[in-house]
């Protein structure tokens, strides 16, 4: 019985701490998203988009702490998704909900004004840090909940795509910040601010871990494959093909690898068979052994 227990105490240790890391990393992120806003935006009186955005155009008007509405916000989307979604829709969130209502709930006087004077750099350093600690977020399979809930609560009634509602909620939001700031110049601003959220998002998940798919036709095939299955330690998947133009049976090297392996796979091929064809395209996501983890 003891040695039972041993063992799946020694089973759930890698996954406890792989817990952990994933809600420091989070937590993280969020730090750095909640700068974003208290260091560039709010000060600059630039609305982003998200319920954040939207907590932060009532912070302008009526000066309700951006915390207090972010909770309350989000605690009626909770309420609605755990209803229409299930209990199990996202555990992470909730606690992502949460740190982020005492993140933002810290006085915005304990930080320093205006860093810089400069609207559209706070703009753009704002989106920047922004889209780097929602990044940190995403990357460990998390969501900062608002309009992400309403994306899943609509997409389960309607085919329409999340991002695309996502998109309509951030510029209802932005374009709403005018009503209350009058200024079309703050509001172009968080336009800019969300457009750089959004670039900087994706060149931060799709940056490092970038990843192609290589097609290569040699028939040199066995020698290259031997190369980049025991040196560059990736797998390969040789197939069977027909070139339609000879009517020749061909074999076609298929391996997927990180964008930077590329350029000593394609010294090697060039170095083994100069006249190699080679296809390579990028892919969205890889996941599996050797590359990023399928998370929930």
Same mark, same amino acid.
């Given at each position: 019985?003891?040695?039972?227990?041993q063992k799946m105490v020694k089973a759930q240790k890698p996954k406890l701490e792989s817990v952990?890391?994933?809600? *420091?990393?989070?937590?993280?992120?969020?730090?750095? %998203?909640?700068?974003?806003?208290? &260091?560039? &935006?709010?000060?600059?009186?630039? *609305?982003?988009?998200?319920?954040?955005?939207?907590?932060?155009?009532? @912070?302008?008007?009526?000066?309700?702490?951006?915390?207090?509405?972010?909770?309350?916000?989000?605690?009626?989307?909770?309420?609605?998704? &755990?209803?229409?979604?299930?209990?199990?829709?996202?555990? !992470?969130?909730?606690?992502?909900?949460?740190?982020?209502?005492? &993140?933002?709930?810290?006085?915005?006087?304990?930080?320093? =004004?205006?860093?810089?004077?400069? +609207?559209?750099?706070?703009?753009?350093?704002?989106?920047?840090?922004?889209?780097? =600690?929602?990044?940190?977020?995403?990357?460990? =399979?998390?969501? *900062?909940?608002? *309009?992400?809930?309403?994306?899943?609560?609509?997409?389960?009634?309607? +085919?329409?795509?999340?991002?695309?509602?996502?998109?309509?909620? #951030?510029?209802?939001?932005?374009s709403s910040s005018y009503f209350l700031v009058h200024s079309v110049e703050k509001m172009v %601003?968080?336009?800019?601010?969300?457009?750089?959220?959004? %670039? /900087?998002? #994706?060149?931060?998940?799709?940056?490092?871990?970038?990843?192609?798919?290589?097609?290569?036709?040699?028939? !040199?095939?066995?020698?290259?494959?031997?190369?980049? +299955? +025991?040196?560059?330690?990736?797998?390969? /998947?040789?197939?069977?093909?027909?070139?339609?133009?000879?009517?020749?049976?061909?074999?076609?090297?298929?391996?997927?690898?990180?964008?930077?392996?590329?350029?000593?796979? @394609?010294?090697?091929?060039?170095?083994?068979?100069?006249?190699? @064809?080679?296809?390579?395209?990028?892919?969205?996501?890889?996941?599996?052994?050797?590359?990023?983890?399928?998370?929930?």
């Amino acid at each position: 019985m003891t040695l039972n227990l041993q063992k799946m105490v020694k089973a759930q240790k890698p996954k406890l701490e792989s817990v952990i890391k994933d809600y *420091t990393i989070m937590l993280v992120g969020l730090v750095l %998203y909640v700068l974003s806003w208290t &260091l560039f &935006l709010v000060p600059a009186q630039i *609305t982003g988009g998200g319920i954040s955005g939207l907590a932060a155009v009532i @912070f302008y008007s009526t000066k309700i702490p951006i915390g207090l509405t972010y909770f309350a916000i989000n605690a009626v989307l909770i309420s609605i998704a &755990l209803k229409i979604l299930g209990p199990n829709f996202g555990v !992470k969130t909730v606690f992502n909900m949460i740190a982020l209502t005492l &993140l933002f709930a810290i006085p915005q006087e304990y930080f320093p =004004g205006a860093l810089i004077e400069d +609207n559209f750099l706070s703009a753009v350093l704002g989106g920047m840090m922004g889209g780097v =600690g929602i990044g940190l977020v995403f990357s460990r =399979g998390g969501s *900062t909940g608002g *309009t992400d809930i309403i994306a899943m609560i609509v997409n389960k009634y309607r +085919n329409i795509s999340p991002g695309r509602i996502i998109l309509y909620c #951030d510029v209802i939001i932005i374009s709403s910040s005018y009503f209350l700031v009058h200024s079309v110049e703050k509001m172009v %601003y968080g336009f800019v601010s969300m457009a750089v959220v959004s %670039y /900087t998002l #994706d060149a931060f998940l799709s940056g490092s871990n970038a990843s192609a798919q290589i097609f290569i036709f040699s028939p !040199k095939y066995e020698e290259i494959a031997d190369f980049i +299955n +025991n040196e560059s330690v990736r797998g390969v /998947t040789v197939l069977d093909g027909t070139g339609w133009y000879t009517q020749q049976n061909v074999k076609v090297i298929m391996t997927i690898v990180r964008k930077k392996e590329t350029s000593i796979i @394609f010294r090697k091929v060039k170095e083994i068979d100069p006249n190699a @064809f080679i296809s390579m395209a990028s892919v969205m996501g890889v996941y599996g052994q050797g590359f990023d983890k399928i998370r929930g």
